[in-house]
């Protein structure tokens, strides 16, 4: 599955090459087709939701399925198999790494973990510290790749999270979270013990290849109070793919 900003100028690029392809379909169909392979009921309701994205929109999956269900329930007798799928100069990222078929969340930990650095990803996004496109880093003194940037954010469990992001080239982008910290350490993550925190993990984000978080199971340390809030949560990401080989 690919993903693309929400913006006017990726939408109607996108919607060009389906006329291309899908020729035989009306204009304003192709149009709500693409909006609910976005995730939207209506055109208008995508919108409504590019304008409030604004100048800096976040990115959206497009799926396939729900694209050829609408354009189904248009009366046209279309079938898979079909791929948004990115090209060069492309607006779109491709969210699905290669080998993300290797990689399943079964257990308890593995489902905690997925769900901790998703959250975590998501609100450095929604603060437009860096985007999913490759070398888009914005925190201040990203310029510098010796640095590092801390932010603080709540969890919908009412927990605290410290995030600290760093440049490691190839594009990537490491976060890393220590959850309730309750001493201050350099580079927490690495450091931080159960008895300074109730949780760490760590994850890099890919997005030379395409966009997607790297499967750092390992870097995993948490409490079992924590470990059943996280389990409880509901969460999708911004855009890239929850699940990625480290490299």
Sequence with gaps: MASIPLSSDAVKAVKLDLTKRFNECKSGHLSEALAYALGFKTNAAMRDEIVAQGTDPLFFFVDEERFLKRLNDFGYLVTGPFNFGP???SVMRETECMYAYQIEYKTKRQKAWRNLMVHTVNEALRRRLFSLRPFDNRWPGNEDRNTTHTFDFTFPTGDIGRVELHDIGYCEVSVDVVINPRI???HPAYHATLKDCDAVGMTWVERKEGAWIQSALDSFRCNNTFLNK??????EPLGY????IVK
């Design 241 to 244: 793919g929850d699940r990625g």
């Design 87 to 89: 090209e060069e100069d």
């Design 184 to 186: 201050e350490l350099a």
């Design 230 to 235: 996280l389990l409880d949560l509901n969460v």
